[in-house]
């Protein structure tokens, strides 16, 4: 469970000298599995050097204000927590070696995968272990551990012994040119456990073992100094075989033997079994399969939009903390324009920096886009033509530096969630749930208080309220398009999660919260994680501690963990935009070597989502008259207590699922109309456009000329302020 407050004063993940980390006070993370968690209240769990919590409440309010102050480098964070101390980059890697980061140095191997779940639990073996949830299968970088310790799911691999005679093995099945190891201590809310140093052995029978010796002397590399910072060690020479052993010699001394670990190793041809190892075949597709930074992720979407230039433009849409624009890349028939009766689409990817899958699968499909389109795929140009795709890979690009200069294995769970400026993007959003709630519990809804389109409140607007200028760059971002669908991606868990992600019972921490669209809701996330290969698979396994498969891979995000702010709520709340929540990948930060399969997985499942954009009823609403659109016209469908409203051009789209339905359009100063629309099966949106009358004046007396009604010129002014807050800062 994701329920607790895990926000990370445990983290005393080394920071690169010149940034400062800061810490939201967040108390449970939207998607993506919680970074490191606070610890400190346990019963055995000795006080970490230089941290302590003080939050030890097991369920902290559940509505956090989504208000963290920035905290000064190695001072008070959020919540007077102690920031983490900074430390020079060159305390992450043992002393055996030497590593350049970003990555894990040029000669070095990737990863086994322990953390992706490519070694399968039956290749981790143990000399012994605690029970069960401790044991071998549970030893992978970065595996979370459930709420409860003592589940099946517990955060690592504790021996059962405490002596130096204890191991952790991996076997590679083939022959492997062992580098590197990555260790980590015991995730755990409750205890303090890591080891501090440790030998390594290899074997190619695992009878006869051979350890890494440095010189003449079996080398000994130095461990973890806390629970939560990776520590690489390259092996002073690579060594050969196909068992890799751990075996710690030394322990934090009020804890135990437990470790989480990932070993660096390349296959290599075995003479003796020709038919084990095959070289991997290279990707079909030729796409730019590596981690791009800023100025990379710059220049791979202008050389997109040079190669594409009639079906692309790219455009920023403001500026993180420190300076980095948010760029989007436009695709569609005609970039720049709006056309009516043509849907919106956006992608966001990267507000959780340290969650990089859905970035780099973001540069891919642009790639894609343009070079389908090229080639004239018709599903492709289809898709171009009738759609207008917005994507937008980096919303939160000061924290994926930071996670990238760390690179894959060493940024830990926790590095570069945040903004610079310490805030959560996922909770930093107004919190338009709780008055439109409490407006229901008091019968206002729809009649005194709107359904939809709810303004954003007042305190939101103050020039003092904390809003991240990546935030404040996106809800206008959002008002000034009119999306119809999204998804923003993250990672950390596999399973896709829809609105509403805050519990509507206030101090609950989880609870089926579902929005009047949860039919519609429900078939999105289920497009999505049906036709993603990596979910789909029958032998997926639970990446941390929930069991997603029994709900065919998508959960209502309030039932999984509460989240205030979230931008899937403020979405459906404040803008027609239907957004869902992609959980992408186990490993947030998955390797390199990795990210042609993570397409392949994905590929799919991005096209088919964007495709369902098409869903539903769309139209036009216009004034009988003189055939022009009406603006802010309210589109209501019977049965459905959530209404959207019509674009500049007096456009619209509905999402629905196939049926039968009694569409309804009003529009200040005309009267009402109503007819039935139905909805197909096909992908295909069904026309439904009115022609409203004037309404006469016995309606509305004294009054010739539709005005705007309150609502909105109240939207419109606070809008207006909080974009004039954001340019100060
Ligand atoms: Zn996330």
Redesign the pocket.
């Known amino acids: 469970m994701a329920t607790r407050d895990r926000d990370g004063s445990s983290d005393s993940s080394a920071a690169l000298p010149e940034i400062p980390i800061k810490k939201g006070k967040s108390s449970r993370?939207?998607?993506?599995v919680n970074p490191a968690r606070g610890g400190g209240r346990g019963r055995t769990r000795a006080p970490l050097p230089q941290h302590s919590d003080p939050h030890p409440e097991p369920h902290p309010d559940p509505h956090p204000n989504p208000e963290p102050q920035p905290g000064l480098p190695g001072g008070v964070g959020a919540g007077g927590r102690p920031s983490p101390p900074l430390r020079p980059r060159s305390a992450r890697t043992g002393g055996s070696g030497t590593s350049r980061v970003p990555g894990l140095g040029r000669r070095s191997c990737p990863p086994l995968g322990l953390e992706s779940l490519r070694v399968l639990d039956t290749q981790l073996q143990a000399s012994s272990h605690k029970r069960h949830g401790l044991g071998a299968h549970r030893g992978r970088l970065n595996i979370q551990s459930g709420l409860y310790d003592g589940d099946f799911y517990d955060g690592g691999w504790c021996a059962g012994r405490e002596d130096t005679e204890q191991w952790l093995q991996v076997d590679a099945r083939r022959l492997t040119r062992f580098t590197g190891v990555v260790t980590q201590g015991l995730n755990s809310i409750w205890t303090y456990d890591w080891v501090t140093s440790y030998k390594v052995q290899v074997s190619n029978d695992s009878h006869t073992w051979l350890p890494s010796r440095n010189g003449t002397e079996e080398a000994v590399f130095p461990g973890n100094k806390d629970p939560e910072t990776p520590v690489l060690n390259l092996l002073p020479s690579p060594l050969v075989g196909r068992f890799l052993r751990i075996n710690p010699q030394s322990w934090f001394p009020n804890g135990t033997v437990c470790l989480r670990a990932e070993v660096l190793g390349c296959p290599v041809p075995d003479p003796n079994d020709a038919h084990t190892w095959h070289p991997p075949a290279p990707p079909e597709s030729h796409l730019d399969f590596r981690h791009h930074n800023y100025k990379e992720m710059r220049k791979l979407m202008k050389r997109v939009s040079e190669e594409c230039p009639d079906i692309t433009r790219v455009y920023s849409i403001g500026e993180s903390s420190r300076g980095l624009r948010l760029y989007v890349m436009e695709i569609s028939d005609n970039p720049g324009q709006h056309e009516v009766g043509e849907p919106e689409f956006r992608y966001v990817a990267g507000?959780?920096g340290n969650?990089v899958l859905g970035r780099e699968l973001l540069l891919n499909l642009m790639e894609f886009l343009c070079r389908e389109f090229r080639r004239g795929d018709p599903r492709v140009v289809q898709l171009v033509t009738d759609t207008r795709i917005h994507l937008l890979p980096s919303m939160n690009p000061d924290g994926y530096e930071t996670a990238y200069e760390l690179g894959s294995e060493l940024a830990g769970w926790a590095m570069g969630?945040w903004t610079y400026e310490g805030i959560d993007l996922?909770h930093n959003f107004a919190d338009l749930n709780t008055a439109l709630w409490d407006a229901e519990d008091n019968d206002l809804v729809p009649h005194k208080f709107p359904n939809h389109y709810i303004p954003i409140p007042e305190y939101y607007t103050f020039a003092n309220a904390t809003v991240a200028p990546e935030t404040r760059a996106v809800i206008a971002w959002m008002q000034r398009y009119p999306f119809v669908l999204s998804a923003n991606l993250?990672?950390?868990e596999l399973v896709v999660t829809y609105p509403f992600d805050m519990t509507r019972t206030y101090w609950k921490a989880q609870e089926l919260t579902p929005t009047p669209d949860d039919g519609v809701f429900r078939w999105l996330a289920t497009v999505y994680a049906t036709a993603n290969l990596a979910m789909a698979s029958g032998e997926r396994r639970r990446c941390h501690y929930d069991d997603f498969t029994r709900f065919g891979n998508i959960i209502n995000g309030a039932n999984w963990h509460t989240v205030a702010g979230s931008m899937n709520d403020f979405s459906y709340l404040h803008t027609n935009c239907f957004e869902i929540?992609v959980?992408l990948s186990c490993d947030k930060f998955p390797h390199a070597s990795e990210l042609p399969e993570e397409w392949e997985n994905n590929r799919e499942s991005l096209l088919l989502f964007m495709e369902q954009v098409h869903r539903g009823i769309k139209g036009v609403v216009r004034d009988s008259d003189t055939e022009l659109g009406i603006p802010n016209a309210i589109i209501s469908v019977d049965g459905i207590n959530h209404d959207v409203r019509t674009a500049s051009d007096g456009d619209y789209w509905r999402l629905l699922n196939p049926g039968e339905y009694e569409v309804t359009a009003r529009a200040e100063g005309y009267e009402a109309a109503t007819q039935p629309c139905r909805v197909y099966f096909e992908n295909v949106p069904t026309p439904c456009s009115f022609r409203l009358a004037r309404a006469r004046g016995r309606h509305r007396p004294g009054r010739t000329r539709p005005g705007p009604d309150p609502a909105l010129r109240l939207q419109r002014l606070r809008l207006r302020r909080l974009r004039a807050h954001g340019r100060g800062q």
């Open positions: 993370e939207n998607s993506c507000m959780h969650e969630r996922n993250h990672g950390g929540t959980e």
